[in-house]
């Protein structure tokens, strides 16, 4: 394996831009090649068996191009397809956004009462549940299925009365499977739903902590290229590619990446 050669990683569209922003903080000198599969966005509403179809086809696109790991940066892709990519890329490590999601809430939440929004198919799949109880016996974890938020995310719409409305409403159904006040953690369960996090933060008030992924990822990743002498030196580049619109995804991509991203910057490619 090849140092030089570049961390994969994918996602239904610009959400997993956050993942890629902690990897970039965390391991500056790597090279990223970030896929954007906005063509079949989303997949949060689609069966098991097109994500785990979609997430084949988009490892395949980053694998053809000489990655030397691959990062999941889609909860709904971890929870369907994480255990069929490592089994169909043997020699590749790949890594999903949901254990490290899952860590991030068990280590912030006093109480153990962890509400979790994220797509309907991760919410489906029962992920952060399955996860949340191996890792802390006794947790009670709810879910609610948050498919707006996706679009709102897409779309660039992160405040204001629109995104503060459809919040109210998903929070509220989760909030209500607690007992009142009890729910001390949000675990954001959507690579898309960070950049809302203020919005969200808002509404779900001063006793709910949010955690995501991202920085989670971030750390296992290090970890994973340094037990398999991964690490690279010197100055690392970002690629970009997107299966559909790239000047939209260039759009959106920077405000998820707090900095510009030019639209010749994002290389259109198909499955
Ligand atoms: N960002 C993705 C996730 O973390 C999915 C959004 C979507 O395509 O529905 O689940």
């Known amino acids: 394996m090849n140092r030089d050669a570049a961390i994969g990683v994918f996602d239904s569209g610009v959400g997993g831009l956050t993942v890629l922003r902690a990897l970039r903080e965390k391991l500056p000198e790597e090279?990223?090649?970030?896929?954007g599969d906005t063509a079949r966005l989303p997949y949060g509403t689609k069966s098991a068996r097109s994500v785990l179809q979609?997430?084949?086809?988009?490892?395949?696109?980053?694998?053809?191009?000489?990655?030397k790991m691959l990062v999941i940066a889609c909860n709904t892709a971890s929870a369907y397809a994480l255990d069929a990519l490592s089994e169909t890329h043997p020699?590749?490590?790949?890594?999903?956004?949901?254990?490290?999601g899952a860590q991030a809430a068990c280590e912030t939440s006093k109480s153990g009462r962890i509400g979790v929004l994220?797509?309907?198919?991760?919410?489906?799949a029962g992920a952060y549940e399955k996860s949340i109880a191996n890792m802390r016996s006794g947790a009670e974890v709810h879910s609610s299925a948050s498919p707006l938020l996706v679009g709102l995310a897409e779309e660039g719409w992160l405040a204001g009365e629109v995104p503060e409305a459809v919040i109210r409403h998903y929070l509220g159904a989760l909030t209500e499977k607690f007992a009142p006040g009890q729910m001390d953690c949000l675990l954001l369960g959507c690579t898309h739903f960070p950049v809302l996090a203020k919005s969200i933060e808002k509404i779900a008030g001063p006793d709910v902590a949010l955690v995501d992924s991202a920085h989670t990822t971030a750390i296992e990743v290090e970890k994973?290229?340094?037990?398999?002498?991964?690490?690279?030196s010197g100055g690392g580049q970002i690629r970009f590619l997107a299966t559909d619109g790239v000047a939209r995804f260039a759009r959106v991509g920077g405000v998820?990446?707090?900095k510009p991203l030019e639209p010749d910057q994002v290389e259109l490619v198909d499955l």
Request: without cysteine; positive net charge; proline residues 4%.
């Open 224 to 232: 994973i290229l340094g037990a398999n002498q991964l690490r690279r």
């Open 31 to 35: 090279n990223l090649l970030y896929l």
């Open 118 to 124: 994220a797509t309907e198919s991760t919410v489906r």
């Open 256 to 258: 998820f990446l707090g």
């Open 54 to 67: 979609y997430a084949l086809q988009a490892t395949r696109i980053l694998d053809k191009r000489g990655i």
């Open 91 to 100: 020699d590749l490590p790949v890594v999903g956004v949901i254990a490290p």
